[in-house]
């Protein structure tokens, strides 16, 4: 088992001094143009978010064209007030049609079809005094041409929307500065130009991780700063997934504003990375019928929609070799497809384009159950055909995933049930959801594998027997297919089982998202890729997830491995800003080839992250433990920073570091 080398850092806080460092009072601001949306347009939350959104987006953006000080704020916002409805409808609403075009999912260009309709019904009155209100504060103006303001700004205005339903909960900036920090350092100390790294964020929220990404990278290479390169830089080197089509609406809106990258954020389940090919019983159907009635499915198409036709006209050939591949396996009790390859990704794609095509879903069987693996785009085809179009090496893998799932194991709706995956064929693509710990299993489970094996029913003598302390279906020859999936490009291969009936055979039949979001993020880094995450403590700590720790981070069999690299553990509280009452941690880890039996890891404690954790506004405090954890790790990888004596004297002293009040805090 690795052992845990710890920081120095641990401690107790005090509030922040009023105006001290962080002169500006954002959260003021966006209640005050609440107060005023409410008053006039009876719009609150997603209602005033919707309102809100383009007005800051547009100024910020036009602002910074235009040379990007707080003049520039100033004059923006006095020819927008010389005629406001001009600037509704020529300036806004035009802002967001461009967003629109482009995104390429209809529910999200549905969501930015009901902003542009909330900024057209708005009232010439009110956004005049929104308008206003930015012209008289000073504070506001600065806000909107610095990206770390800029920021706070955003999350205060998605907040009340999106306070921990689903277990969504947004990141806060101090916690996104120390996991750039510290991420950044690492590809730094390994030779690699953060400039060069691919960055992933499954759950992008208001997409803060990929912004704050961006800053950083203007700040260190100036040459990015000029738009048309910035917008290059996005383009190739940062990525996001969302599930909910309003947090991709808005993660568009803040990528438009630091830069675009705009066409590299999907709605897509995160969790879903395989695709349709999983319900193997429905795949074999619906290629089955593909053979047989293709052609005159086809000319039925052609007759009532040629745009549909001649979009998958082309997947034909490598459906037909899928089907080739996919049923002779079958004969062979093994599929085995490579999921990098052009016979995978046009099956998939096929599906993806059918699920709307009324004659195709009544004439080929299978295809209405596969449509929901593929309503969305699979992660598998984002990574080896969207992603990759403008960044070929996408292909091979991101660098870095930095992100914050879905915490928690049970939601607040009805059925308290949607942190919870119990879906078989999102299951099934997990080894988590394949394998079961020795230690875990009853007596009666034990002895009859034993029986089955031929040796003693106890944990160790079966784990000698198997050569490993985990059960899989294989073990128990509880299954008749196979379907191997390897992914050439990456380097892992991964089995799924399935019975007689070509259901999946699963040991688990449920597991937390943010559990199985630990495999996943595995999945789609290179070899020696990081993974940057907040988690539920308890992953990390309950008795009951011990199998979850060592079947990641321990086990030798699995398709991916992780090696630790830091554990963060936060305050009880620091999301509570967000009305969560998770305890959390920040994991930082990496794909690796083997795990050594034997190596070091970075621990911290944080109690205290610059910000009032009792605070429904997590309100600043002087406190801060992250920038003393940041030096503790940068000296720790050997890259011992400059300003480390003086922090570790200034926090001994006040709990506080100047580098990061300097760097971080103050707006020049």
């Known amino acids: 088992m690795p052992s845990e080398k710890k920081s120095k850092v641990k401690s107790t806080l005090v509030r922040y001094m009023k105006n001290a460092s962080v002169p500006i009072n954002i959260y003021e601001f966006v209640d005050r143009v609440h107060n005023i949306l409410y008053k006039r347009e009876g719009a609150g939350g997603l209602d005033a978010a919707k309102r809100l959104l383009p007005i800051i987006g547009y100024i910020a953006k036009k602002a910074r064209e235009q040379g990007g000080a707080e003049q520039t704020v100033v004059s923006v916002v006095k020819y927008m007030l010389e005629d406001v409805r001009r600037a509704r409808d020529q300036e806004l609403i035009p802002f967001i049609m461009v967003l629109s075009s482009h995104v390429s999912d209809e529910a999200v260009k549905k969501f930015l079809q009901s902003m542009a309709d909330a900024i057209r019904g708005l009232g010439h009155a009110t956004l005049e005094e929104v308008l206003k209100t930015i012209e008289e504060n000073t504070d506001v103006q600065k806000a909107l041409i610095h990206y770390d303001a800029l920021g706070a700004l955003f999350e205060k205005m998605v907040y009340e929307a999106f306070k921990g339903g689903a277990g969504q909960y947004l990141t806060h900036r101090n916690l996104v500065i120390a996991m750039r920090e510290i991420a950044w350092a690492q590809f730094e100390a390994e030779g690699i130009s953060p400039a060069n790294v691919k960055v992933y964020d499954p759950c992008a929220g208001s997409a803060r991780f990929l912004t704050f990404w961006l800053e950083k990278i203007v700040k260190a290479f100036p040459e990015h700063r000029e738009p048309s390169r910035l917008r290059d830089y996005a383009e190739k080197h940062l990525f996001a997934t969302d599930l909910f089509e309003e947090m991709v609406s808005i993660s568009s809106v803040n990528m438009m504003i630091y830069g675009n990258g705009v066409s590299n954020i999907f709605r897509a389940d995160a969790t879903n990375h395989f695709g349709p090919i999983v319900n193997l019983k429905a795949s074999r159907e619906f290629l089955k019928s593909f ?378």
Request: a negative charge; glycine letters at 8%.
């Open 291 to 668: 053979r047989e009635k293709w052609d005159s499915v086809k000319r039925g198409a052609r007759a009532t929609s040629t745009v549909v036709v001649e979009s998958i006209e082309h997947l034909e050939k490598n459906t037909y070799r899928f089907a080739d591949i996919l049923l002779e396996g079958l004969e062979r009790k093994t599929v085995e497809v490579d999921v990098a390859s052009d016979e995978f990704l046009g099956f998939t794609a096929m599906v993806h384009a059918l699920r709307k095509d009324e004659g195709a879903l009544i004439a080929l069987e299978g295809l209405k159950d596969l449509v929901r693996l593929a309503e969305l785009p699979p992660i598998a085809y984002l990574l080896k055909k969207r992603w990759s179009e403008r960044n070929s090496g996408v292909r091979r893998g991101f660098d870095l995933v930095l992100t914050n799932p879905p915490m928690g194991r049970a939601g607040r709706g009805e059925g308290r049930g949607e942190l919870l995956i119990s879906d078989k064929d999102t299951l099934a693509q997990y080894a988590l959801a394949q394998n079961v710990w020795l230690h875990d299993m009853s007596r009666g489970e034990l002895q009859e594998l034993a029986k089955k094996l031929g040796t003693p029913a106890n944990p160790e003598r079966v784990a000698d027997k198997l050569g490993r302390e985990w059960v899989t279906p294989e073990d128990y020859g509880s299954y008749t297919y196979k379907l191997v999936l390897r992914d050439s490009e990456l380097g892992w291969s991964y089995t799924i089982y399935y019975d007689s009936g070509l259901e999946p055979v699963l040991l688990h039949d449920k597991l937390p998202i943010q559990v199985v979001m630990l495999e996943q993020f595995l999945r789609v880094v290179r070899l020696g890729g990081k993974v940057f995450t907040v988690i539920d403590v308890g992953v990390l700590n309950n008795p009951g997830d011990e199998w979850v720790r060592r079947l990641l981070f321990t086990a030798k069999h699995t398709p991916v491995k992780a090696k630790l690299k830091a554990v963060i553990e936060l305050p009880h509280g620091a999301f509570y800003y967000t009305g969560a009452g998770t305890k959390t941690a920040l994991l930082f880890y990496e794909r690796v080839e083997d795990i050594p039996d034997d190596y070091e890891f970075f621990v911290a404690l944080a109690e205290h992250v610059g910000y009032d954790i009792h605070s429904k506004d997590a309100e600043p405090t002087k406190e801060n433990d992250l920038p003393l954890i940041i030096a503790e790790y940068l000296k720790w990888i050997g890259r011992e920073p400059e300003y480390y004596d003086k922090c570790l004297e200034e926090w001994k002293k006040e709990r506080t570091c100047s580098w990061w009040v300097q760097e971080f805090e103050v707006v020049r």
